[in-house]
Structure formats: structure tokens, C-alpha cells
Nanobody, 119 residues
Framework: QVQLVESGGGLVQPGGSLRLSCAAS????????MGWYRQAPGKERELAAT???????NYADSVKGRFTISRDNAKNTVFLQMNSLKPEDTAVYYC?????????????WGQGTQVTVSS
């Protein structure tokens, strides 16, 4: 099957930076869009950033200018560089991939990684 494994979360002070990574592995023919959602305590999951197979990116207004999404297609990995972090960025960050498998196109999710922005 397919697995998405995230890394890079942690505790950072306001104004600091973190870089999240998400690597996909398993029975993958190709990967279409990838991206990141986040869910803060007591709130619904919201989109942070996405990137298509061709590299077109999209960001939530709340992270524009501070977050940068990128991908390494050779390694089936998506990254999220987060700069100028704010306490309101505190959330569990989940990566996803729209992956072409032998069963067709399926969306897979990572297990989530905690990002805490606090002094």
C-alpha cells in the first residue's frame, strides 16, 4: 500500500521557522497534487498550501508570504517551509497526496505532526 510519513514539527518561538517534510512510499505509479492541511485545537481542519504535479502552488490567505510549499518528485516528497511563525499557526499539520495507484487515484494522508508556536 501507500504511506505518507511526516517529520519536522516541534516547538518554536514566535517569529521563528520550521520546515516540514512528508515522504510518500509504497505502490506508487505517480503523484498528482500534494499539500498540507492543519487543525488547531477546537477548530476545523483547514487548507494551508497545495502544489500540483506541475508545480503550481496555492496558499491560504493566512499563510501567504510566510509559508512556501515545494516538492521533490524524484523522492515523492513535499515540503512546507514556515517562516515568521505566529502563535495562531499552532496546529497539527497533515500532509496529503493524490496518488495514482493500481486501484486508480486515491488520496492518502499522513499521521500528522504537531507545530507549537509559543514563547
Amino acid at each position: 500500500q501507500v504511506q505518507l510519513v511526516e517529520s519536522g514539527g516541534g516547538l518554536v518561538q514566535p517569529g521563528g521557522s520550521l520546515r516540514l517534510s512528508c515522504a510518500a512510499s509504497g505502490s506508487i505509479f505517480s503523484i498528482n497534487g500534494m499539500g498540507w492541511y492543519r487543525q488547531a485545537p477546537g477548530k476545523e481542519r483547514e487548507l494551508a498550501a497545495t502544489i500540483t504535479g506541475g508545480g503550481r502552488v496555492n496558499y491560504a490567505d493566512s499563510v501567504k508570504g510566510r509559508f512556501t510549499i515545494s516538492r521533490d518528485n524524484a523522492k515523492n516528497t513535499v515540503f512546507l517551509q514556515m517562516n515568521s511563525l505566529k502563535p495562531e499557526d499552532t496546529a497539527v499539520y497533515y500532509c496529503f497526496g493524490n496518488i495514482h495507484t493500481y486501484s486508480g487515484d486515491v488520496i492518502f494522508w499522513g499521521q500528522g505532526t504537531q507545530v507549537t508556536v509559543s514563547s
